[in-house]
Structures are given as structure tokens and as C-alpha cells.
């Protein structure tokens, strides 16, 4: 099914869609979407196509099929906007390519599209292994019970750091990063859910934690700048690329939009994969049958030498686990968009400047587009069964011109890390271990701590 086929080219309708149930006074639908949000929008297609929420005094519509998702996000009538980006804004600015519209958007995918471009990811290679090996040997020097949130991000932000902005410097900010990170996503899914703007700023714990994590990630980012400056080197990396980048006018870029590019980089760097990464090893934990299977397949393309990014194209089960992963774990599992027209969708009127909502999680797991939707199966992506999942049914990296750039970059770390760890240990749970969903903007497992049994 094409974009065009379900956008209508009549935009008359005044048809309003469905109201979802469970609303409550004040809080609208954002009460649910605290308590319970996984289930209530996986749900919500049983309701319509498009449904209304209401998330304190604004209404927003909910889009829950494939092919509508899919339209929205390729349609010009829906730009970056709505309760996500607003409660992101505090962290992400309006200058950076995670936020920005238009023009100014096109331009910054320019800068940063060569960095991952897929001729320019073999050059990354060396240090998506290097830092997978490390991983495994700081695991079999430590013993003992792992702390899996700790460990993810680090990864995480090691390898987005040394790949794309290639500096030692990163080292002893790496953890203030990851922590600060934490704070952040928590707080913003609760601003986003429960809009009560002015209480946010009432000095209470919460707010003055969330308050000072803010800060010291913006200090962060401009010690890193300042330090590049400092150092009078010009790597060939992203950073380089912004210090050097252009505006329309053929002047430097400004100061504003070089901080909010560099923490466009950093954040989807440690959140969105450092998330990927502790959901894959819970899927290791409870599927060790997965982790054999990654070993045998390991040792079949490598032999005895450690894995090394040449091989990442071959290891294709261990691709499958991957992306089955992000499948029924996907890290962004929730977007927003807001009509700059009037227009219509799944034959209901959108009114311009109404906010969109819909998600990755609901549409991935849906029993309308996979058979056996809830069951971990990596065999459903082999080529002959991949071919009967709906168009938009998985795009765990979005589509269009939103879609992530560092997708192919993401897909071989991903794939590296997973078949140096699962090639060299099984796990389990230890004490005091929660698998269950972290809800925040981004989604993890609540507190994973594992032990690495060697193979």
C-alpha cells in the first residue's frame, strides 16, 4: 500500500474521530498513559484507525495503523512537533536536526550525512570492535553481578564518541553523561503525559534533580566544543563537520545550533542504543537458546580469531535477534507530529495545529501484522517471511526525511556487540534484578543486573 493511496485527496471531511474511553477529569487520558501506557496504546486500534485522546486540556489525535503512521510521517502537512518535542526542547533546542523544520532541518542532514554514509562506516569498524571486546574482558576482569544500565550506556557512548567525535576526552565524561541522560528521560515522558507546565517548576526534589541534570549536560557539551577548539585539531569526524559547517549565507554556523547538533549526536548515541543494548541482553537472559545459536553462527564465520566488523554482514541470525529485539523492544516507542494544514486521514478531518500521536510499540507488535505478534521469533525477518509484513509495520528507525541517518551505523554496532557477548557468555538474572519496562521518553528495562557466565 502506497502513501497515496491512503491519504485522500479530498480534504473536506468533518467526520471527528472516536473518542478513546478511560478519560478522566483534569488529567484527560494522561492518567492512563502514566499508569499503564504500553497497554493503552497497544489497545487503542480496537478503537478506530484515528482516536481522540485528551492529555490534560489538549486533544490529541491518535493514529494506529501502519499505513496511516506511514503517512504521516511522510506527509509535508506533519512536521517535528507536539507534546514529545516540546517536553525534549529543554534538552535538544530548536537548532538541532532532531527538531528542527524545513530548510534549516534539510541543511543540517546535509552536514551530518556524509558520517554515515554506508561507504563511511567501515572506517567506524575498528572501534565498534574494540570497544565490543573491551566490554566482554571488562565483564570477565570484574565477576560478580553486572549492573546492565551502567553498562549499556557506557558502550553506548564510548562508540558514538570515538566514532563521531573522536576523542579520549570523552572518557571521564562518559558516566555524568549516561546519568544525567537517565534523569532527563524520565522526567521529560512524565512533562509530555501530565502538561502542568507551571508545577514543573515548583522546587520540589524531583524538579531541582531534573533541573540540575539539565544543566550539567549543557556544560558538558560546551566543555567538549571548547575542548576540540582548544586543541587546534581538525579530525575527519561529525564534529569537525559542524565546526566547519555553513549557513545559507555561506557564514559559519552559529554557536546555538553547533551545542544542539552536538547533543542531536550524543543523546540517540547513548539513549536509543544503550536502551537496545540492555533489552538484548534480557533477551539473552531469558532466551539462552538465542545465545547458543549467536555462538555457533559466530564460530562458524570467524573460527577461533575474536569477531571483527567485516563479519557483521554473514552473521545474519545474529541480525535477526537484532532486529527482532527492536521489534518488540524498540527504544523510541512513541512519536508526536503536528498538522500545519487542514487535512484528512483514514477518512477523518485534521484540523491544522493539532497534535499527532502514535506508536512504534503498539503498530511492532500488532496481531493485525505479525502472526504469533507477542512471540520472540528471529526467523520471522529471513527473507521468504519478512516479505509479508505490512508496509510501516516496522520502521524502528523511522522513515522519510525523519528517518534516522545513523540506522545502518546503529545496526552494525548492534550486531558487533551482540555476537561478542553472546559468543562468550550466557547470563542470568541476579538479586534484585527488574526486567520489567522502563516508561520513559525512550523505553529500557527498569533495572537489569545480570551475571555473565562464561561459555
Known amino acids: 500500500m502506497t502513501v497515496e493511496s491512503v491519504r485522500p485527496k479530498d480534504t473536506t471531511a468533518s467526520a471527528e474521530p472516536p473518542v478513546a474511553g478511560g478519560a478522566v477529569p483534569l488529567l484527560g487520558h494522561g492518567w492512563r498513559l502514566v499508569r499503564d501506557p504500553l497497554a493503552f496504546l497497544s489497545q487503542l486500534r480496537d478503537h478506530g484507525d484515528v482516536v481522540r485522546l485528551k492529555l490534560g486540556p489538549k486533544t490529541v489525535y491518535a493514529v494506529t495503523t501502519p499505513a496511516l503512521t506511514g503517512a504521516v510521517a511522510l506527509s509535508p502537512d506533519y512536521i517535528i512537533a507536539g507534546p514529545l518535542w516540546e517536553s525534549l526542547e529543554s534538552l535538544l533546542g530548536k537548532e538541532g536536526v532532531a527538531t528542527a523544520n524545513g530548510k534549516l532541518h534539510r541543511r543540517q542532514r546535509r552536514t551530518i550525512q556524509p558520517a554515515f554514509r554506508l561507504d563511511a562506516i567501515p572506517a567506524y569498524g575498528p572501534i565498534m570492535a574494540e570497544e565490543s571486546h573491551a566490554l566482554v574482558e571488562r ?247 519478512s516479505k509479508d509484513v505490512p508496509k510501516y509495520a516496522m520502521s524502528p528507525f523511522s522513515v522519510g526525511n525523519r528517518k534516522c541517518p545513523s540506522d545502518h551505523f546503529s545496526m552494525a554496532e548492534l550486531t558487533l556487540v551482540t555476537a561478542a557477548v553472546a559468543h562468550a557468555y550466557r547470563f542470568e538474572h541476579a538479586a534484585h534484578s527488574d526486567a520489567r519496562p522502563r516508561i520513559g521518553i525512550t523505553l529500557r528495562p527498569r533495572r537489569l543486573m545480570l551475571r555473565a557466565l562464561a561459555r
Open 139 to 385: 565483564w570477565r576482569a570484574a565477576g560478580g553481578v553486572l549492573d546492565i544500565t551502567y553498562e549499556s550506556f557506557r558502550v553506548a557512548v564510548r562508540v558514538a564518541a570515538r566514532c563521531l567525535m573522536r576523542g579520549s576526552y570523552m572518557d571521564a565524561r562518559a558516566d555524568r553523561i549516561c546519568a544525567d541522560l537517565t534523569t532527563l528521560f524520565a522526567g521529560m515522558y512524565q512533562r509530555m503525559v501530565v502538561p502542568l507546565g507551571p508545577l514543573y517548576k515548583v522546587p520540589l526534589p524531583a524538579n531541582r534533580e531534573f533541573n540540575r541534570a539539565l544543566a550539567d549536560l549543557h556544560v558538558l557539551v560546551d566543555e567538549i566544543v571548547a575542548d576540540r577548539r582548544a586543541g587546534g585539531q581538525k579530525p575527519d569526524d561529525l564534529l569537525t563537520a559542524l565546526l566547519e559547517a555553513k549557513d545559507d549565507n555561506g557564514d559559519p554556523i552559529g554557536e546555538r545550533e553547533i551545542h544542539d547538533q552536538v547533543i542531536a549526536i550524543l543523546t540517540p548515541g547513548a539513549e536509543t542504543v544503550g536502551s537496545t543494548v540492555m533489552s538484548l541482553l534480557l533477551v539473552l537472559t531469558e532466551h539462552p537458546e538465542l545465545g547458543d545459536k549467536i555462538r555457533d553462527e559466530v564460530e562458524s564465520v570467524v573460527g577461533d580469531r575474536p569477531v571483527a566488523f567485516e563479519d557483521v554482514r554473514k552473521l545474519t541470525y545474529t541480525a535477526n535477534v537484532v532486529t527482532e529485539t527492536l521489534r518488540l523492544y524498540p527504544a523510541v516507542w512513541i512519536l508526536t507530529r503536528r498538522a500545519v494544514a487542514d487535512t484528512e486521514l483514514g477518512g477523518y478531518r485534521i484540523p491544522k495545529g493539532a497534535d499527532l500521536i502514535y506508536s512504534p510499540y503498539a503498530i511492532q507488535r500488532d496481531r493485525r501484522s505479525y502472526e504469533r505478534n507477542e512471540d520472540f521469533d528471529p526467523d520471522r525477518w529471513l527473507p521468504e517471511r
